[in-house]
């Protein structure tokens, strides 16, 4: 009577790429802890706690990530505290917030997005700073704040 489907009706849909289909949490869901998958994520809610995906991450308008991102890319038009570390390509969408320092193979930032943090890109990007790579801190005025070798 209730075994009406057979398995192979009830297995996770797969994506072009082989991997599952992407994981969403949902606005209203809050999730204290590290997440971490192999396939896309999208956040619309809040995690408090780490982010790891080995695709692309998403976090959408309602969005907000209290923790690190690490991810081949990363998609944020939400709120995140922490730093964000790409393989890839990182976006700052729309009217994100982002307070943390961005680690980056290419950056596209839009100019409604708001950054607050060091942005390390190419050599440097794997979260180490490259010898010979200067970062400077820019000011909201387009002042160099700070300088470091």
């Known amino acids: 009577m209730f075994n009406t489907k057979n398995k192979t009706e009830m297995t996770p849909e797969k994506t072009p790429n082989g991997n ?62 922490g730093n964000i570390k790409t393989k890839d390509l990182l976006q700052l969408r729309g009217e994100c917030v982002v307070k943390g320092n961005l680690y980056a193979g290419k950056l596209q930032v839009e100019p409604t997005a708001i950054f607050n943090g060091q942005c390390h890109m190419g050599a440097g990007a794997n979260g180490s700073t490259a010898e010979g790579t200067t970062i400077v801190e820019m000011s909201k005025n387009r002042q160099p704040q700070a300088v470091a070798n």
């Open 20 to 81: 599952g289909g992407a994981t969403l949490v949902s606005t209203g869901t809050t999730l204290k802890g590290d997440i971490s998958s192999n396939s896309d994520l999208r956040i619309d809610g809040t995690i408090i706690g780490n982010v790891s995906s080995a695709a692309k991450i998403v976090i959408g308008a309602n969005g907000s990530v209290e923790g690190n991102i690490t991810g081949n890319q990363a998609d944020i038009v939400g709120k995140v505290t």
